[in-house]
């Protein structure tokens, strides 16, 4: 079968644009064959598709399909696991279509959450830090950077599960900080454009924080390492404050000395996930949704596979708020 696809026209040395995205056309063909209704978004894949690429894993090249999870349904299949109509999740990126052996297709509860698009949130990489990283407990004070995003905003929501006495968010916009506070439940949140975070952590955690969850970098890390308590826990997930430039500046080494003068862990995680950790957190995500204690932040956006890259640029630009995803027309 022909499909349409996203591909990678040219890998990114400096501002991600239109013109490095192509749509092209590809045959697909396996044991199972999906529609694809649903691509997840999220900042991590622009890594992916730059030349000097960090993480750990074969960059995107040119001509090659881009995009990581997607939810789909099974249109034709010739393993007895699989049936026509089934939802699936899998990790086959931006195409109308995709096709491969079943084993690379994972059967979902339709059931489970109220739309499909819950299974594309980034709440691995969020219950993740802060429950096995962090380990959030009892009376800790944590601090979410970028907690309008899509990790920010699960995460900040799951250390009040797991019991922390405040929670304070940061975000890029007045309308974002208003909906941290009055829609997911933080304690407290702060517009990090508005003057020194350093004095507004200050202001609002006077004692001092204990943890940290952090996917800014910047002057959001050395804010929170002169808000820190001794021996806080810094859970360091990302660095979307220094996202262009070279390896280098956009992964700059945190400040290790003053973490440990002050006895801070500094807790760099992986946002890679097996299946355990998958499993863990959507068995404590429907559990807290079915109890009325959280809310799922995410945006849909409506259009065809061409309209993804034009989302996807317009999520680094923090055009959206939570999990971001494409609905496909």
């Not at 995709?98 to 594309?120: E, I, M, N, Q």
């Not at 992964?251 to 003053?258: E, S, Y």
Request: hydrophobic share 40%.
């Amino acid at each position: 079968m022909i499909t349409r696809e996203i591909q990678l026209a040219a890998q990114i040395t400096g501002v991600p644009t239109l013109d490095h995205f192509t749509v092209a056309k590809a045959e697909v063909d396996g044991e199972v064959l999906v529609r694809t209704d649903q691509v997840g978004l999220a900042a991590t894949y622009l890594e992916l598709m730059r030349a000097d690429c960090t993480i750990p894993v074969p960059a995107w090249q040119p001509g090659q399909r881009v995009g990581v999870a997607a939810i789909g349904t099974v249109v034709r299949s010739s393993n007895r696991e699989l049936a026509v109509g089934d939802l699936v999740q899998s990790m086959t990126g931006w195409s109308e279509y995709s096709a491969g052996p079943a084993a690379g297709y994972v059967k979902l509860d339709r059931g489970l959450f109220a739309d499909p698009g819950y299974y594309l949130g980034q709440g691995p990489t969020a219950y993740y830090g802060m429950a096995d990283v962090a380990a959030v407990g009892e009376g800790d004070v944590v601090f979410v950077s970028g907690a309008a995003g899509g990790v920010g905003s699960l995460a900040g929501q799951i250390a009040r599960c797991l019991g922390a006495a405040r929670v304070i968010g940061s975000a890029g916009n007045p309308a974002k900080v208003d909906y941290l506070v009055n829609e997911l439940g933080y304690d407290a949140a702060f517009d990090y454009h508005d003057g020194s975070a350093a004095y507004r952590l200050g202001e609002l955690a006077p004692e001092g924080i204990s943890v940290f969850f952090d996917v800014v970098g910047g002057e959001q890390y050395r804010a929170a390492l002169e808000a820190a308590r001794p021996w806080a826990r810094f859970a360091l997930c990302g660095s979307l404050s220094s996202q262009l430039g070279g390896a280098a500046e956009r992964f700059p080494q945190p400040d290790g000395a003053a973490a440990e003068a002050k006895g801070i862990e500094l807790l760099p995680f992986s946002c890679y996930h097996t299946p355990d950790q998958i499993t863990s957190w959507r068995e404590h995500f429907s559990t807290w949704l079915g109890e009325g204690r959280f809310v799922y932040p995410q945006t849909v956006v409506e259009g065809g596979i061409e309209d993804v890259p034009r989302a996807f640029l317009s999520l680094l630009q923090g055009c959206y708020q939570g999990n971001v995803s494409v609905r496909l027309s």
